[in-house]
Structures are given as structure tokens and as C-alpha cells.
């Protein structure tokens, strides 16, 4: 009986292992959208520049802009962001506001209304000429890769608001399960 418990521990932790510590693997690891062009909207210039210090710039929803860092300038632009993956419902646009020359040097979020945080979104008609289209992830941060120089922008928009709260639900449901093989390990030896 002894040695069916211990093999059935080391069945467990051999399968459990993996799965935990793929769990803890931050999913911020990857993209959500990848602009491979040269002229995306963000990109840093002069083209092909590496990306600037801030690995993933966070843009909050508001009318305030964020800044890029002194004396960087990125390609201007619009990234529309749509809540769909049939691209059929416009929720976000980051904007890289030209200054005139085609650059930017700063980046604003804005979002459909609903919430007071939103801002409105222009008409297709005030889009900037260069534009990216994605789709947003409902169920965490939002991240646009633009250019070659992979430059990472974090989109904090309003489906992110509501925090991660880990459910009790499945580690109890993989404690029950584990009882239950416990049990029928022990039926099967008596």
C-alpha cells in the first residue's frame, strides 16, 4: 500500500509540476499585434533605431498624453483597436498625434464612451492616413508590437480594469480529483 501511494505521488507531481509553473509564466511574453513594416504607426525613427528604454510603455485611457522619452520620435499614426475578432466593433485607438513632419512624440489613448474613464472616439473620417488595425485582449493587457525595432506599447484599456483574481474552483476541483484517485488507488489494493 505503501509504495501505490508514493507511485501515485510522483504520478502527480510529475504532471502537476508543469502545469504550475507554466501558470506563473507571465503572458506578457507575446504580443498581441505585430506591425512588421517599416512605417507603423510607433515605430521609432530613424527607422530600424532599437527600441527606446521602456520595455513595455504603458498608455492609459485619457485625454492626457504620454510621453515618449526625450528627443525619441516614432512614426505617426493610428493603431485602431477592435473589442471583436471580426474587426466589426471599433473600441480603442492609440494615436501617435503627427507633429507636422509625419513623427510623433507622444502617444494618447482614446476609447468608446461608456465609463468615465473613456474619452470618444473621432469618425472614421479624423483617422490619421497611416493606420494598424488589432483586435484587444479581453482577458488581460493588450500589447502592440510596432516595427521592425519592436518597440512594445501596453494598452491600458477599460477590458483590463477589472483585476486577475485567481479562482478557488480549480484548485479545489484538482485537490478533490487527487482524493478521489487516492481512494481508488486504495480500493484497488484491498
Not at 41 to 65: D, H, R
Not at 84 to 100: A, E, K, Y
Not at 108 to 133: W, Y
Not at 173 to 188: D, E, P, S, T
Amino acid at each position: 500500500m505503501k509504495h501505490a501511494i508514493l507511485g501515485f505521488t510522483r504520478l502527480l507531481a510529475f504532471w502537476l509540476t508543469p502545469v504550475l509553473v507554466l501558470g506563473f509564466v507571465p503572458s506578457i511574453a507575446s504580443a498581441d499585434a505585430v506591425c512588421a513594416g517599416a512605417g507603423c504607426p510607433g515605430t521609432v525613427f530613424p527607422v530600424g533605431s532599437p527600441p527606446f528604454a521602456v520595455p513595455f510603455l504603458a498608455v492609459p485611457e485619457s485625454l492626457g498624453q504620454t510621453a515618449l522619452p526625450p528627443g525619441v520620435l516614432v512614426v505617426a499614426g493610428d493603431v485602431l483597436v477592435y473589442d471583436d475578432p471580426g474587426m466589426t466593433i471599433l473600441g480603442d485607438i492609440l494615436r501617435f498625434p503627427n507633429l507636422g513632419t509625419g513623427l510623433a512624440g507622444f502617444v494618447i489613448l482614446l476609447s468608446d464612451p461608456g465609463d468615465p474613464n473613456d474619452t470618444g472616439l473621432p469618425p472614421p473620417s479624423g483617422f490619421q492616413p497611416n493606420t494598424f488595425s488589432m483586435t484587444e485582449n479581453a482577458g488581460g493587457p493588450t500589447l502592440y508590437t510596432a516595427g521592425p525595432t519592436g518597440q512594445v506599447y501596453n494598452i491600458l484599456s477599460d477590458s483590463e480594469s477589472v483585476p486577475d483574481v485567481p479562482e478557488p474552483a480549480t484548485f479545489s476541483l484538482m485537490m478533490l480529483g487527487g482524493l478521489a484517485g487516492l481512494i481508488r488507488l486504495r480500493r484497488a489494493k484491498l
